[in-house]
């Protein structure tokens, strides 16, 4: 009989006995099967149901170096993270997160909400699925998110309890070098290059000057910039969708960092999707829904923001004329910025997205990765000039016709 008191990591067999010895979750004379189902890079994740009732959890396991590599060593407090995070984001934005049901800080795991029923947003976005709450979910829960936790709305020593709580360097470790280093460097040697755009990548990326001292400047702001605590990772494999309900899951990353950080993993995930279904030539009705989604992904943030922004703030100063469009600006600005470097280090970086490879044909690639990279180096090098939708996918239209 395995023993919970000491941490190990564990297998189907093993999550079996835990759930059993650790939730009353499921009836006595449960059937329970258990199957690992993770696809991520870092944790183990494992599925039990009971053949009997259909009743189903997910149990989410932390190793002490990454699944993909022991290369990268990371403390197991990142599990606590995911719990913590996952349950304060659950009380600000209801719904929109699974529930969690058990933290365990010896077996460094987390038990909870099973979504099968939900799909993969990137996995969904890439067979062409359209869903038409998706912008307003996930601008809900940015600004419910971000701006709740932020100075503006948190009395400043409680806010700094929550920075303190979640210092998360290993993970942010992560991010400074796969997304603010080495898609501009290859000094780890590791960025893989798709060889028909490699040249490209060498003469455009690597060989701009101006470029990677704006990426300097945006690596040194998001070490620094302890603005709200953000989800840290919110690509579109973070997020489970199904027609009627949208559930971000995954902030393991999560730490006190720009807010634009995650506005921008959206937007260029989301412009991923576009660029492959552009040059895939995909359903028009898609294209048009995604086109919309962009669009309102900012609009809808902006607007929701500076509302919440009357409802919420709480800080004297804060409260000066002309203080909230000044701020919502500069989340703006980083917004630009953020979502050009998510676009860069997915296509020239080490963690790539399916949205790219998986497209067969070499020369519809090579046209959506620089479409791509043409619009993220604009975003990165003009960030202060995108502030509306319309404003964000003109950048790409523009790419892609040129
Ligand atoms: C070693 S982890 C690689 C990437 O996967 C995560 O989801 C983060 O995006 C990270 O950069
Ligand atoms: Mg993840």
């Known amino acids: 009989m395995a023993d919970f008191n000491t941490y190990f990591l564990m297998k189907a067999d093993e999550v079996i006995s835990y759930v059993k010895e650790k939730t009353d979750f499921f009836d006595r004379n449960a059937d329970l099967s258990c199957t690992e189902i993770g696809d991520g890079n870092l944790n183990y994740v494992f599925r039990v149901i009971d053949g009997k009732s259909g009743k189903s959890q997910i149990v989410k396991q932390a190793g002490d170096t990454a699944r993909i590599s022991d290369e990268f060593k990371l403390s197991t407090n990142r599990i606590r993270i995911e ?28 038990v909870m909400e099973d979504l099968s029923d939900h799909t993969i947003l990137r996995t969904a976005l890439n067979e062409g699925r359209i869903f038409p709450k998706l912008a307003d979910d996930l601008t809900t829960f940015m600004v419910n998110t971000l701006l709740l936790t932020s100075d503006v709305v948190m009395e400043h020593k409680a806010k700094k ?42 003469e455009n990326i690597y060989g701009d000057d101006k470029l990677r001292f704006e990426a300097a400047k945006l690596k040194f702001a998001f070490m620094t910039n302890a603005q709200a605590l953000v989800h840290g990772d919110l690509h579109s494999g973070s997020v489970f969708v199904k027609e009627d309900s949208t559930k971000v899951i995954d902030p393991e990353f999560a730490f006190y960092g720009p807010m634009g950080y995650d506005v921008g993993n959206v937007v260029a995930n989301l412009i991923f999707a576009w660029s492959r279904a552009y040059v895939t030539n995909a359903d028009e009705k898609y294209v048009s829904w995604l086109e919309d989604t962009i669009k309102d992904t ?66 519809q690639r090579v046209a959506a990765e620089r479409i791509c990279l043409s619009s993220a180096k604009q975003f990165i090098l003009e960030s202060a000039s995108y502030k509306t939708g319309e404003q964000f996918l003109t950048v790409v239209k523009d790419a892609a016709s040129r």
Not at 173 to 188: A, G, W
Not at 303 to 323: C, H, P, R, Y
Not at 341 to 355: H, N, P, Q, S, Y
Request: proline share 4%; charged share 25%.
């Open 161 to 202: 309890a929550l920075v303190q709580d979640y210092i998360n360097p290993e993970l942010c470790e992560i991010s400074e070098d796969l997304v603010y280093s080495e898609p501009f460097t290859d000094h780890n040697n590791r960025n893989d290059l798709f060889p028909a755009n490699k040249e490209w990548i060498e």
């Open 298 to 363: 900012v609009d809808l943030f902006a607007k929701k923001f500076l509302a919440s922004w009357q409802e919420n703030v709480t800080d004297i100063m804060a409260k000066e004329q002309g203080f909230d469009r000044w701020y919502l600006d500069s989340v703006l600005q980083d917004t630009a910025s953020v979502t050009g470097m998510e676009m860069i280090r997915r296509i020239a970086g080490l963690a790539k997205v399916k949205d790219m490879t998986t497209i067969a044909d070499e020369a």
């Open 83 to 110: 719990s913590n995070v996952l349950k304060l984001e659950g009380e600000l934005a209801p719904g929109l997160v699974p529930d969690v049901y058990l933290f365990d800080e010896v077996m460094n795991c987390c």
